[in-house]
């Protein structure tokens, strides 16, 4: 068969949420792209995988703190969509930032195919201008490398054509880092050993079966009066007895099951929401004057995890996958027929599976939701001791001074396969996302746009979340447009080219710095995370607060310090440490801005790069 070619300035294999936030960068750059995606929807966790509940809960993420410019703006497009569609409810229009799910665990939950759309409309200029193709149903089989160079990815679409996906640089946007056996490249799977990285929680000995479980997502309705029961399945007692099935929330405990529709008041006093808050994404109580609208829900639980076997370099994945799938489905009808109702009785034949939210026949999502995939053996591998409250002991999680983003959540590890352990909840402190882990030695036009970087297995619980893949993938569409036109000759910057590629994402709205009070958007936003980044002026170690509307004298002996180092490495700051001391009712913010300013006049420390 004849082998078709594309060939564009930039290749995102793999069509992934990270990858996404990529070809968004790319686009806004000039450069051209080729973006393949197994499944017929891009956007991966958010829309593919059904899972537009956006694990952002963690504090101190907010909308415009801890996260960048443009994945605020896919926020506030997925709640565009919804008002241009329906009537606000009162409630509807006094919340500040809608959530159409009110979802329990997310400050925005939506519908899938709203993500999907809101994407997929995002892009269309660019795939207009055809500066952006996209190809779906389209698998990587094979790679072309000359020495440190990809040359080609041969992928293969739904006809079986071949396609030669040729680039100047590439980019790893799968669920699960499919470009790295093809390329050679050395990569982690499964669980590492305790003596690799010390971790606390790591195991004795490494497993490269032992891969967190994946989950295929179910969207339902609740239609009062209705009855949908599905077909049974054809294992369905097995999965029922063998997963244990019971209705849970949040904090909720097996055999101590939660209600469906009522908060429930756990044995311990603890009071935990229902069932079907959990990650709700349409929740009618937001919306007026809409007949026929009804209450939905995205089912991701404990019962429909799938942790018997990983189905990643299994010999017959399609047979795993089709297990994990009848499991969802199963879960389903027990929830139509089995499950405790509120009201007394069995079963809520009243669900219905909503396979417009899903794009497939039966509301099951296309893809599986997944939490591990391969890890790239990087050139910074982040571990749990970087990230964990129990060694950290600062306001924030160790520093990386190549950071091109940020991330705030638990390390969250769920059952693994080939074990019988439970899975790991630890507090981290607000981390950084190093530049370091998403590229390679071994490569230089080549880098990770997705949760498949240099981390290991534990401390990827941390960053496979919605939040921190968008962020991964827009610091690696940054980093290729870069390469490509300052002619880098290494995607891992060296001194001085990472310093200006830093302040250029921090002038685009990336944070690199955790400061809980200053947004992207905020003066004097850009010279603080620099001054930061740099050590010139960094974070107090004991919080996260950059107090930027705290005058200077409250912050005198912190300042001297400031010039006293910078005079010390050879800046002239002697006007401009006498002019600040004197008139030391400036804003913080105006100070750090005049710094900056000063320090590009005067020339930066040797110390900053």
């Known amino acids: 068969m004849r082998v078709k070619t594309l060939r564009s300035d930039v290749a995102i294999i793999g069509g992934g949420f990270g990858g996404v936030a990529a070809a968004l960068v790319l686009a806004d750059r000039g450069l051209s792209v080729t973006m393949t995606e197994e499944f017929a929807w891009i956007g991966g966790q958010a829309t593919s995988q059904a899972l537009c509940v956006l694990d952002d809960l963690a504090d101190p ?3 415009t703190v801890g996260v960048t410019r443009r994945y605020s703006e896919f926020r506030n497009r997925v709640r565009q969509w919804y008002t241009s569609r329906y009537e606000l409810s009162s409630y509807g229009k006094g919340q500040l930032h809608l959530c159409p799910g009110n979802a329990l665990c997310s400050h925005l939950s939506a519908e899938p195919q709203a993500a999907w759309q809101v994407l997929t409309d995002w892009l269309r200029p660019a795939l207009a201008s055809g500066k952006l193709s996209i190809r779906t149903h389209c698998v990587p089989q094979s790679a072309i490398r000359d020495n440190d160079r ?3 990815v041969v992928c293969k679409d739904e006809q079986g054509q071949a396609i030669r996906i040729e680039a100047d640089f590439f980019l790893d946007a799968t669920e699960t880092g499919d470009t790295f056996p093809l390329l050679n490249v050395p990569y982690r799977l ?9 971790e606390p929680h790591a195991p004795p000995a490494a497993d490269r079966r032992a891969v967190q479980s994946f989950t295929y997502c179910i969207v339902v309705e609740y239609v009062p009066r209705g009855n949908f029961v599905i077909s049974k399945p054809r294992n369905y007692e097995h999965w029922r007895d063998h997963q244990k099935f019971y209705l849970s929330s949040a904090g909720s405990l097996p055999g101590d099951s939660t209600n469906f529709f009522k908060p429930h008041v756990r044995r311990d006093g603890m009071r935990i929401a229902p069932f079907w808050n959990y990650r709700s994404v349409l929740d009618t109580n937001n919306f007026a004057g809409r007949p026929g609208l009804f209450n939905r829900a995205v089912i991701n639980v404990g019962s429909n995890d799938y942790h018997d076997e990983a189905y990643l370099e299994h010999p017959r994945p399609e047979e795993v996958l089709a297990k994990a799938r009848e499991l969802s ?7 139509q027929t089995e499950a405790p109702r509120d009201d007394g009785g069995s079963g809520y034949p ?7 939210c899903t794009g497939t026949p039966d509301g099951i999502a296309q893809a599986p939701y997944v939490r591990e995939g391969r890890r790239i053996a990087a050139a910074v591998t982040v571990t749990e001791c970087d990230l964990s409250a129990e060694c950290q002991h600062g306001a924030r999680a160790r520093f990386f001074r190549d950071s091109v983003g940020l991330g705030g959540y638990a390390i969250d590890i769920h059952q693994c396969a080939n074990t019988s352990a439970p899975g790991v909840w630890q507090p981290s402190r ?3 996302i190093p530049l370091g882990a ?32 968008w962020s991964i993938g827009e610091a690696a569409g940054e980093l290729a447009a870069w390469c490509l036109q ?6 891992h910057l060296p001194g001085r080219e990472l310093f200006e590629f830093q302040r250029h994402l921090v002038a685009g709205g990336t944070p690199l710095y955790w400061y809980e009070d200053l947004s992207f958007d905020a003066p004097g936003f850009a010279a603080a995370q620099i001054l930061a980044m740099t050590g010139v002026w960094s974070g107090d170690a004991e919080h996260l607060r950059f107090d930027p509307q705290h005058s200077l004298c409250a912050h005198k002996a912190k300042f001297a310090s400031v010039m006293a180092r910078l005079a010390e490495a050879g800046i002239d700051v002697a006007l401009f440490r006498e002019l600040n001391m004197t008139a030391h009712n400036a804003r913080k913010y105006d100070v750090a801005h005049s710094l900056r300013h000063w320090l590009d006049e005067k020339g930066w420390p040797q110390f900053a790069y």
């Open 190 to 198: 499964g669980t590492e050993a305790k003596s690799e990285f010390n």
């Open 329 to 335: 489905a199963s879960y389903l009808y027990w929830l």
């Open 150 to 152: 990809v040359c080609a």
């Open 438 to 469: 998403l590229v390679t030695s071994e490569l230089s036009n080549f880098a990770v746009a997705g949760k498949c970087i240099g981390v290991s297995h534990i401390a990827n619980g941390a960053y496979r979340l919605h939040p921190e893949e």
């Open 486 to 491: 300052k002619g880098s000759k290494t995607p």
């Open 350 to 356: 009243e669900l219905r599976p909503v396979p417009e």
């Open 430 to 432: 607000p981390y950084q």
């Open 61 to 63: 993420i907010g909308e």
